[in-house]
Nanobody, 128 residues
Framework: QVQLVESGGGLVQAGGSLRLSCAAS????????MGWFRQAPGKEREFVAG????????NYADSVKDRFTISRDVASNTVYLQMNSLKAEDTAVYYC?????????????????????WGQGTQVTVSS
């Protein structure tokens, strides 16, 4: 059983920064890919960033590239999302997710259906 617990959300002004954390527990993390997704009111859940656990390969949505950085700490089984230069349109609930077969692809999947476990979400609100 995999458990994912997000933290670090909050209210920030446009141009500011936040760092989200996702504490993960479960077996055999080396095979996983981890993803961050977000969902704004009235919109579909969308891929933000992903990291493959075994080698740290990362990928990003175009809308956050060069502003957000995903990373993982193997020792603590934690995934981070550093968000800089935040914009009002980044306002959403952010979710951490685990793809148990992420090792099969070079990069984390951008499709939410590939992910097997989800965290409860953390709210990020950017004021303009």
């Amino acid at each position: 059983q995999v458990q994912l617990v997000e933290s670090g959300g909050g209210l920030v002004q446009a141009g500011g920064s936040l760092r989200l954390s996702c504490a993960a527990s479960g077996p055999t993390f080396s095979n996983y890919a981890m993803g961050w997704f977000r969902q704004a009111p009235g919109k579909e859940r969308e891929f933000v960033a992903g990291v493959r656990w075994r080698d740290g390969n990362t990928n990003y949505a175009d809308s956050v590239k060069d502003r957000f950085t995903i990373s993982r700490d193997v020792a603590s089984n934690t995934v981070y999302l550093q968000m800089n230069s935040l914009k009002a349109e980044d306002t959403a609930v952010y979710y951490c997710a685990a793809d148990l077969e992420g090792f099969r692809s070079r990069f984390a999947s951008r499709g939410s259906s590939a992910y097997d476990y989800w965290g409860q979400g953390t709210q990020v609100t950017v004021s303009s």
